[in-house]
């Protein structure tokens, strides 16, 4: 009898635990935030081209980019855009973002203070 009430709780407790990460999903298809590591930055004027692209991306709200860490912070709609897409919009104004490569013609046309080796 013991056996079997630990084991009732350990479902409850499973699934009250399944319960709630259900309801943080939910929660984060409204909005969401993404990390992208962004090796390519290396300038404020780096910092101000990945900001501009992506100001254009319709359902970008706001993004942060720390220079010195490397890292993008991108809060987003997520009915308007995936992840994809953002790191897609940095690649294209030049810069790698996470495993999206660089557009090679867009970064070679950056200004020489901005373009970086591999």
Same mark, same amino acid.
């Given at each position: 009898?013991?056996?079997?009430?630990?084991?009732?709780?350990?479902?409850?407790?499973? &699934?009250?635990?399944? !319960?709630?990460?259900?309801?943080?999903?939910?929660?984060?298809?409204? /909005? /969401?935030?993404?990390?992208?590591?962004?090796?390519? %930055?290396?300038?404020?004027?780096?910092?101000?081209?990945?900001?501009? &692209?992506?100001?254009? %991306?319709? /359902?970008? !709200?706001?993004?942060?980019?720390?220079? !010195?860490?490397?890292? &993008?912070?991108?809060?987003?709609?997520? *009915?308007?855009? *995936?992840?994809?897409?953002?790191?897609?919009?940095?690649?294209?104004? /030049?810069?790698? &973002?996470?495993?999206?490569?660089?557009? !090679?013609?867009?970064?070679? =046309?950056?200004? =020489?203070?901005?373009?970086?080796?591999?």
């Amino acid at each position: 009898m013991k056996k079997l009430i630990v084991l009732v709780m350990m479902l409850t407790v499973a &699934a009250f635990a399944g !319960e709630k990460k259900n309801m943080h999903n939910m929660d984060m298809s409204k /909005g /969401g935030h993404v990390m992208i590591n962004v090796p390519t %930055v290396q300038c404020d004027h780096c910092v101000k081209t990945v900001t501009g &692209a992506l100001d254009k %991306v319709d /359902g970008v !709200e706001s993004v942060k980019i720390d220079l !010195e860490k490397k890292m &993008a912070h991108i809060n987003y709609d997520a *009915k308007k855009v *995936k992840a994809y897409d953002i790191r897609k919009a940095i690649s294209s104004a /030049g810069y790698d &973002a996470d495993d999206v490569k660089r557009d !090679e013609k867009v970064h070679d =046309a950056l200004p =020489a203070c901005c373009q970086s080796k591999r």
